[in-house]
């Protein structure tokens, strides 16, 4: 008589659970990649950006030789911020494309110049122009909304500095840092993705060998 195999080929339960368990650590592996490389593409946005509004500040004064009222009042702090104010006078003449809007004083009749849109909060690090893009549709977004990542808007708004006495030196004041001197006619800086300052993922436009 013939006799007939009733046993059917599949997996046992030890074997499942070891496919389970490959599944898992390569998800894992995968998900940590993608993480890593959306990192990787908001820092080198964050230094891209950074040059850029150096570049923007260079030639406006070389175009000038002089600087914009508003970017002389906050970059001869040492730590000036990106404001609207300042964005838009970059803006105006035409070295960085930014969406900007002019109202008059009535007081003095004065023309006034103000970032609007996704702009609005001032120039700031791709980490919190994400948050802008996300919100913006239901309308004015605050500069003390929080960034996913660590800190504000307004922590993330870039810092700059400028040689005000045409010295060909920039003196640069960090928060919770060290003040130095860079051999340059203006400096940019922003907070890494932990919207602090002073840390090791800042973007600088400059190198250590530009330090003095």
């Known amino acids: 008589m013939k006799t007939v195999n009733r046993h059917k080929a599949g997996f046992t ?5 070891v496919v389970i368990g490959i599944i898992a650590v390569l998800s894992g592996a995968g998900i940590g990649a993608y ?12 230094t891209e950006l950074v040059m850029n ?10 175009k ?19 404001t609207d104010r300042v964005g838009a006078a970059l803006a105006r003449k035409g070295v960085l494309s930014l969406t900007y809007k002019t109202t008059t004083d009535k007081s003095t009749g004065e023309k006034q110049y103000r970032l609007t849109g ?17 919100k913006a549709a239901s309308g004015a977004v605050s500069d003390s909304e929080k960034v996913p990542t660590g800190g504000t808007i307004r922590d993330h ?56």
């Not at 339960?13 to 659970?17: K, Y």
């Not at 509004?53 to 070389?62: D, E, F, N, P, S």
């Open 64 to 82: 000038d030789e002089a600087w914009p009222r508003a970017v002389a009042a906050e970059g001869s702090s040492g730590n000036g911020e990106m």
């Open 157 to 212: 708004r870039l810092r700059f500095s400028i040689d005000d006495d045409f010295d060909g030196i920039v003196k640069v004041n960090y928060e919770n840092s060290r003040s130095v001197e860079i051999r340059d006619s203006a400096a940019v800086w922003c907070c890494g993705r932990d919207g602090k300052f002073g840390t090791k993922d800042d973007v600088k436009s400059w190198s250590k060998g530009q330090e003095r």
């Open 13 to 17: 339960l030890v074997e499942m659970l």
């Open 35 to 46: 993480k890593g490389a959306i990192a990787s593409a908001q820092k080198a946005r964050a």
């Open 53 to 62: 509004v150096k570049t923007a500040l260079i030639a406006v004064m070389q």
């Open 118 to 134: 996704l702009d609005q909060c001032g120039i700031v690090s791709p980490w919190a122009s994400d948050v802008i893009k996300s």
